[in-house]
């Protein structure tokens, strides 16, 4: 069965750090991939998804940066976090044929102090 | 481009009663899929209960059940014989044939009491 890790579960970096979350999907092959953010309250905000390594389509201009280095792993990460950064963020998978339902991965809550 | 609309904020449910919750959506397509989420306080996102636009029939699954209706671009859920599990946000979500972009509504935060 398919299984998705996002790590860390939980971050606190302070203004101007860098920032780096990862996400690894198991048991299946060339995944559609997603990150997602959510405010707190809020619903949830599209921001980047791949359909394959080194393909990366950003839905909201803004501070962060995606990569997909391998089939599955995706990353997201800043060079500078800022304030408005804090939020909790989710990854995401969909396999990629017409109805595949999104699968979504623990998340991660940041912090930016 | 497609809108997901859910107009309660916020809902509460005695324990063992049904509650509804409503979503609408907005599109140009004929093709696609509607889905609903759930985000208890631990925050995992867990699907519910997706539905095939092209399918007339309302799908169910065990406590929950949709009342989608095409023409009216509404994709309800309801939920019988509440338990205080159920205590979470919930999300309507849309997505198009072939298309790798969801678009999520703004979120129902429900509550059931005991």
């Known amino acids: 069965s398919q299984t998705i890790h996002q790590w860390p579960a939980t971050l606190v970096q302070p203004v101007g750090s860098p920032l780096s979350l990862e996400c690894t999907v198991e048991?299946?092959?060339?995944?559609?991939l997603y990150w997602y953010r959510q405010a707190a309250g809020r619903g949830l905000q599209l921001l980047f998804y791949?359909?394959?390594?080194?393909?990366i389509s950003s839905e909201v201009p803004q501070n962060l940066s995606a990569s997909r280095p391998q089939d599955r792993q995706f990353i997201l990460s800043s060079k500078k976090l800022l304030l408005s950064d804090s939020g909790f963020y989710l990854c995401?998978?969909?396999?990629?044929?017409?109805?595949?339902?999104?699968?979504f991965g623990n998340g991660t809550r940041l912090t930016v102090t | 481009a497609q809108t997901v609309t859910q107009s309660q904020p916020e809902m509460s449910v005695q324990e063992a009663e049904t509650v509804t919750l409503s979503c609408t959506y907005d599109?140009?397509?004929?093709?696609?899929?509607l889905f609903w989420y759930k985000q208890p306080p631990s925050r995992q996102m867990i699907l519910v209960i997706r539905?095939?636009?092209?399918?007339?029939q309302n799908a169910t699954e065990n406590r929950f059940s949709v009342n989608f209706q095409k023409a009216a671009k509404s994709f309800s859920l309801k939920i019988s014989d509440s338990q205080l599990g159920d205590t979470a946000m919930y999300f309507c979500?849309?997505?198009?044939?072939?298309?790798?972009?969801?678009?999520f509504g703004p979120g129902t935060r429900l509550s059931v009491l005991p």
């Open positions: 539905q095939e636009a092209y399918k007339q």
């Open positions: 599109t140009s397509e004929s093709n696609y899929y």
């Open positions: 048991g299946t092959s060339n995944p559609n």
């Open positions: 979500a849309f997505m198009k044939t072939y298309g790798q972009n969801f678009v």
């Open positions: 791949s359909v394959g390594i080194g393909q």
């Open positions: 995401a998978w969909a396999q990629d044929y017409y109805n595949s339902p999104l699968h």
